[in-house]
């Protein structure tokens, strides 16, 4: 379990965010951490060839073995890798060739890029990147992160702060429901009573942590929804950990034990009062939200348009029923600054310092200026649901 938190909402946040940071509470609860009982289908990159050796939770990369090498390395933050993937895979739609292939005819480069949390500053201190038997070794020539991250990374020397420049921005957050609780679920203010909010980790994720929270508490505070900000935020993240009995944990193969702990309903349970309000990402909140919903360990999430528009469409393909709340506007046209207190988060690129090869440099060049400048990017930001760098 986490260690008791004394945090402010957004005192470490590292997203360029909208809101008065000043009034939000601090977090004095813990949140129980999403436990991974069954699969999450998600789409590939490429079409499967043989021998494929995936399968779902139980052979996921465990199989492969080794150090991998790529000529150029980007790190980036995996909350907008549906449209990085457009643009690194090609959309022929649009006339787009894969920036993968295009640096790899060109310049003879191979290219390789994260969709992680934004680990920038530590994946270019170590040079590697470990994903269970996989390291992907090497400096990263091409950085993203928010504003705060590349703030860092330019005081750190790490990167060329000169060569920063806004990739993309949000269309602020939404609330992602299970569509059994959508009808119940109106405002940020129908988070509070019953209903179990997922949050990314506030350790490990504190920007992204910083940014949603804040945000139920900015929306309620500043708009007239009928709730107490203060109670609403404290009813969610001051969480007792102690009202409950986490031993089902320690057997996972005993999931029916451990889905009562979600639900309130096991043997050891004591009514409401053992009823959860708070679940944390175990890591990458952008795959463990969805997986809460989908796995009913919760039933909300503030979370950013973008990525709720993808999980719905995503993951509604396999079964997961997901509705999505706007907060200013609508579904289909979002409008964050209807809404006082919500937030728009953006993502900047920068060039990593250090000694690469004349051919890497030109191939960094290239997708550094579609990142930067190309309409075609701002196109694919838009039908997945951001905003790009062009008009």
Known sequence: ???????????AST???????????????????????GKLSWPQDDEITTPYLTQLVSND?????????????????GN????????MKGRSDLGLTGLQNQVKSQYDVSVCWTTSPPIG??????????????????????????????????????????SRKLILANRGNVILVRADKARKIHNVCDLGGKTRVATPNPILEPGTFGNYSATIFNVADQNNYGCDATKLFNSIFSQDLSRFDFSAFANP????????????????????????????????????????LCHNEADAAVIFYHLAKYMKE????????????PMGGTVEDPQPTAVKGNSVGKQFIAKVNGGFPPKV???????????TSSPVWTQILKEHGMTGPTP
């Open 1 to 11: 379990m986490l260690k008791k938190l004394l945090i402010a909402a957004v005192g």
């Open 15 to 37: 997203l360029s965010i909208t809101f008065t940071v000043a009034a939000v509470p601090a977090v004095t609860g813990e949140p129980i951490i999403v436990q991974h009982l």
């Open 61 to 77: 990369v465990n199989d492969l073995h080794g150090d991998v090498s790529c000529d150029l390395i980007i790190t980036t933050p």
């Open 80 to 87: 907008y890798h549906m449209a990085l993937r457009d643009a």
């Open 121 to 162: 500053p530590d994946h270019i201190s170590a040079e590697d990147v470990q994903i269970k038997n996989i390291h992907l070794k090497g400096l990263p020539a091409l950085a993203v992160g928010p504003g705060n991250v590349m703030d860092a990374m330019a005081a750190n020397n790490q990167v060329d702060g000169s």
């Open 253 to 292: 193969y005993d999931i029916a034990a451990i889905q009562a702990v979600f639900t309130g309903k096991g043997e050891n349970a004591r009514g409401d009062q053992n009823s959860p309000k708070w679940v944390a990402s175990s890591r990458i909140m952008h795959r463990d939200i969805p997986y809460a």
């Open 314 to 325: 995503t993951l509604g393909a396999t079964g997961c029923a997901l509705e999505i709340v």
């Open 361 to 371: 440099l030109d191939a960094r060049d290239l997708i550094y200026n579609f990142l």
